[in-house]
């Protein structure tokens, strides 16, 4: 089975300064994708960004870029020039193919404040 | 475009009692799921339907809990009876199709048991 780990529970960050949040995953695939969602307070689960695991090309969307290290099964985000509107959870997630569509496995979470 | 809508935003019951929630995807997309998230979780599917079928049912716990997707539209979760292990937040998402990977959430539905 494919689980998603979340090591970091919690973490501070100052406006304007850069973090990096942490995912790692298991699976026996070969084929799959990896994303980031962001959780704000209002509940509603936004894509930050997404990883095909066939390309070896780190996505990038604007401040958020991934590291994506396929032997290692790791997926960090990194967030440049942090701003207070990405106070957030951070929910790493792994999809693979499941009988025709696709399944998503979140981790824990890392609940990220922006402090200004 | 209107995104996930879901309703009701909060419900607060007591044990024993029935509760439903309600889902309505973006116009055209045929894959729904619902999702479970209990506090400082993440998310943990209960279902996913292709159309108007359930094609992956594994996690629900089918003694009290029950769903549809009449017309391949919206779609109904129950919980009957409701334990206070279900208190968590309900979420549903949808995409266009299989093949399609992204998912598009709606605000979710805030349940307290007491």
């Known amino acids: 089975a494919q689980t998603v780990t979340q090591s970091q529970p919690e973490m501070s960050v100052q406006e304007a300064e850069t973090v990096t949040l942490s995912c790692t995953y298991d699976?026996?695939?070969?084929?799959?994708?990896l994303f980031w969602y962001k959780q704000p307070p209002s509940r509603q689960m936004i894509l930050v960004i997404r990883?095909?695991?066939?390309?070896?090309q780190n996505a990038t969307e604007n401040r958020f870029s991934v590291n994506f290290q396929k032997a290692a099964k790791s997926f960090s985000l990194k967030i440049s020039d942090s701003q207070l509107g990405d106070t957030a959870m951070y929910f790493c997630?792994?999809?693979?193919?499941?009988?025709?569509?696709?399944?998503?496995?979140f981790g824990t979470g890392t609940r990220l404040k922006v402090l200004a | 475009e209107a995104g996930v809508v879901q309703s009701p935003r909060y419900k607060i019951i007591e044990k024993k009692q029935p509760v439903a929630f309600w889902c309505n995807p973006i116009?055209?997309?045929?894959?729904l799921y619902w999702y479970r998230q209990n506090l400082g979780q993440g998310p943990e599917l209960l279902i996913r339907?292709?159309?108007?079928?359930?094609?992956?049912d594994s996690q629900l716990p089918k003694d009290r809990f029950s769903a549809e997707r009449l017309k391949g539209v919206d779609s109904t979760l129950k919980i009957q009876p409701a334990e206070l292990g279900d208190s968590a937040v309900y979420l549903c998402?949808?995409?266009?199709?299989?093949?399609?990977?992204?998912?598009?959430f709606g605000q979710g539905t805030r349940l307290t048991v007491v």
């Open positions: 998402a949808s995409s266009f199709d299989r093949g399609n990977t992204e998912a598009f």
């Open positions: 699976t026996s695939e070969n084929n799959y994708y």
């Open positions: 990883q095909e695991a066939y390309k070896q």
């Open positions: 997630a792994f999809m693979k193919l499941t009988s025709g569509t696709y399944k998503y496995i």
């Open positions: 116009s055209g997309h045929n894959t």
């Open positions: 339907y292709e159309n108007e079928e359930a094609v992956d």
